[in-house]
């Protein structure tokens, strides 16, 4: 991965050149960064997070 430094003179000319930067990638790029920041914040495991089974019971009620 390369390593740049850029300055600018205001906010908005850095936050134009982050979308300028972010235009510019393939969309497989951007799903592939997105996968990464995803699963660094996720708070658990995969195997913890996958959900609750669905259990059920019928009841005759009388």
């Known amino acids: 991965m390369k390593k740049t430094l850029r300055v600018f ?9 982050d979308r300028e930067y972010y235009r510019a990638l ?3 790029k ?6 990464i920041l995803r699963d660094q914040h996720r708070p658990y495991p995969n195997d913890i997070t996958e959900g609750f089974k669905r259990v059920y019971r019928v009841i005759k009620r009388s």
């Not at 003179?9 to 050149?17: R, V, Y």
């Not at 951007?30 to 996968?35: S, V, Y």
């Open 26 to 28: 393939t969309p497989a």
């Open 30 to 35: 951007r799903i592939e960064m997105l996968l």
């Open 9 to 17: 003179k205001s906010f908005t000319e850095a936050e134009n050149a």
